[in-house]
């Protein structure tokens, strides 16, 4: 059987997503975006792929969110996406919001990773390739470089929005003081910085004690938000444990010793919070995250097209009262 042309909703825009705007820039995101960190690489069928991606456009959903080294393996969740243009996007590439990056490890030899401008510029001509584009809406610096001088990976990032290779530019998990340099060189250069992205959750609020959040507002950057569940701790998936075939058993990102009996009760605490609130425990982390409106999006990943509608459902309650705030600081920032 042949698979039908895809046709979206034509009530996807009304179907009760939130945008918000990227600081002071004319872009506006999805509060939810769709992250291709894992669960679309050549480990997974393309039809699995292909049918997340497009529940996910249904939704509203029109960003996302990717690097050169996403996979796995390295690559291939760009060439997944970029087979997913050509069969379904093609027609709607300017209602999508799409990235990439590049700096961590992609490749062997002195250039495959870091951000020099050999390797910044070698990494957005192979993504272009892979995702069969011809630009993408931002390209970030996807962590700070100690060896290669700033100014020359800033200028890098310049360059390739004066070349056409890229809209806007970013920047990921850079130190404050760093991110305030890039702010002020892109600035001045007149390719002013559209985001931050960087790790924010209930468990991880370094974004937030760092000054990290509120220094993107202050530049006129929206501040954009990935692993915001944790990696799957903030959802129902460990309440009891660690079941077979999670991504604790598997992941070297998300580990075994991670799961505490401080942390197993402080998240049965959390999700009990979260059921008085009428959600579930993924649905209250998203929407703790997304309740400073400074926080442009969160970035999810899915398994599945039921976890992307289960965290869509989190926009439906944003809003957090002091008690509710208060017990959550009290279960999240004990003391040892």
């Not at 990290?212 to 009891?240: E, V």
Request: charged letters at 25%; a negative charge; one cysteine or more.
């Amino acid at each position: 059987m042949i698979n039908p042309i895809f046709s979206p909703d034509p009530h996807r825009y009304e179907n009760g997503m939130i945008y918000r705007r990227c600081g002071k820039s004319g872009v506006l995101l999805p509060v939810i975006s769709l992250g291709l960190w894992h669960n679309f690489g050549d480990e997974e069928p393309f039809a699995e792929s292909l049918k997340k991606a497009h529940y996910a456009f249904d939704c509203g959903i029109t960003h996302f969110d990717l690097a050169n080294n996403y996979g796995p393996s390295y690559g291939s969740a760009e060439e997944t996406f970029g087979m997913i243009m050509k069969k379904s996007f093609m027609p709607y590439r300017d209602e999508l919001f799409i990235s990439s990056k590049a700096g961590h490890d992609m490749w062997p030899g002195p250039y495959g990773e870091w951000c020099s401008r050999k390797n910044l510029f070698a990494s957005i001509d192979q993504s272009l390739k892979r995702m069969n584009l011809e630009y993408v809406d931002i390209f970030y610096s996807h962590r700070y470089d100690p060896i290669t001088p700033i100014e020359e990976t800033m200028q890098a990032l310049v360059d390739i929005v004066r070349q056409g290779k890229a809209l806007y530019v970013g920047i990921s998990k850079y130190p404050a003081d760093k991110a305030d340099f890039a702010y002020k060189y892109l600035k001045d250069h007149d390719v002013p910085c559209l985001l931050y992205q960087g790790r924010y959750n209930i468990l991880d609020r370094e974004p937030e004690n760092e000054g990290i959040i509120k220094g993107a507002f202050n530049n006129g950057a929206g501040f954009i938000a990935f692993s915001p569940l944790a990696q799957g701790l903030l959802t129902d998936r460990y309440l009891n444990g660690i079941p077979e075939g999670s991504r604790m058993t598997k992941s070297r990102f998300l580990k075994k010793e991670t799961l505490t009996p401080k942390t197993l009760d402080m998240i049965n605490g959390l999700n009990k919070i979260a059921a008085n609130r009428g959600q579930s425990l993924a649905e209250m982390a998203l929407a703790w995250v997304l309740r400073d409106e400074k926080v442009t999006s969160v970035i999810i990943g899915a398994s599945s097209i039921e976890q992307i509608a289960d965290n869509v459902k989190s926009i439906k309650n944003l809003t957090f009262s002091e008690e509710e705030l208060s017990q959550i600081d009290s279960l999240t920032l004990k003391k040892d």
